[in-house]
């Protein structure tokens, strides 16, 4: 798969493909452990992110598999066995019609895009360093709504979340443009503070028991088991849920201004 993780594409023992993130990836073990807390943490929000698993890779597998190998520099070094992250592929990959990139027409049919409003919210109280990811399914005839209109035939999927928390930092440097999202069309329907009120709302019911208990169960070799640094974060998270709405009015206010429509 592309991106600076080289992920696999893998199938399961639950019979579903998974995009799987192995712990020598050269962007380092923590991104494993954020790509799960943050998304589940999102999928808590009522976010439309991809399930995220542990994958167990075995020896055997890998090395039977040319291809799990991590290209670093100029050369090569086997993946490494043991549990890693699963990202859930949204269907069967010879099937389901996925892609990264939709022209301002079809992306506009987007039949969540008031998503990117919600994941915004969740990358400044996250402080996601990396440009917002997302992909856009195409959506079975079935599945589409009534009244919905014979165009409206993708969802979008929020993806790609191992640099929340300031990758491998863990910390929080913020910045009025972070976490923006390139495309600056999925904002047209932002008319004001209201269009991300709901997503506040969700997160201000989030407690030091709700983060606790999403990262309880995280591996502990995803962050060579320093639990302090572990806890210390999670403190920190816990605190900047009250600075989220003024980091969204910073964005606001930013020389690129981002939501042209807010007035």
Not at 136 to 154: D, L, M, S
Not at 217 to 242: C, K, S, T, V
């Amino acid at each position: 798969m592309r991106g600076g993780a080289q992920a696999h594409l893998m199938r399961c023992s639950d019979d579903n493909y998974y995009v799987v993130k192995f712990q020598n990836n050269p962007q380092g073990k923590r991104i494993l452990a954020n790509e799960l807390l943050a998304s589940r943490l999102a999928a808590r929000m009522g976010l439309p992110t991809a399930e995220a698993e542990v994958v167990d890779v075995g020896a055997w597998l890998i090395a039977h598999t040319e291809d799990l190998a991590i290209q670093l520099g100029r050369g090569r070094e086997r993946c490494v066995a043991g549990k890693q992250f699963g990202s859930k592929y949204p269907g069967e990959p010879a099937t389901t019609a996925v892609f990264d990139f939709l022209p301002d027409e079809q992306l506009r049919e987007v039949t969540n895009l008031e998503a990117f409003a919600g994941v915004l919210v969740f990358d400044k109280w996250t402080c996601n360093t990396n440009g917002r990811q997302a992909v856009f399914v195409q959506e079975p005839r079935g599945k589409i709504a009534e009244g919905a209109g014979a165009r409206a035939r993708y969802r979008a999927v929020m993806i790609d979340h191992g640099f929340c928390f300031n990758a491998a930092e863990w910390n929080f440097p913020d910045a009025p443009l972070r976490g923006i999202y390139a495309r600056g069309l999925v904002y047209e329907g932002v008319r004001g503070r209201e269009a991300f009120d709901p997503w506040i709302a969700r997160l201000e019911k989030f407690d030091d028991a709700v983060l606790g208990g999403i990262a309880e169960n995280l591996p502990d070799e995803w962050y060579d088991g320093d639990l302090d640094a572990l806890e210390h974060m999670l403190a920190q998270l816990a605190r900047r849920r009250e600075l989220v709405p003024e980091l969204i009015r910073m964005a606001w206010k930013s020389s690129r201004n981002p939501f042209p429509n807010w007035s």
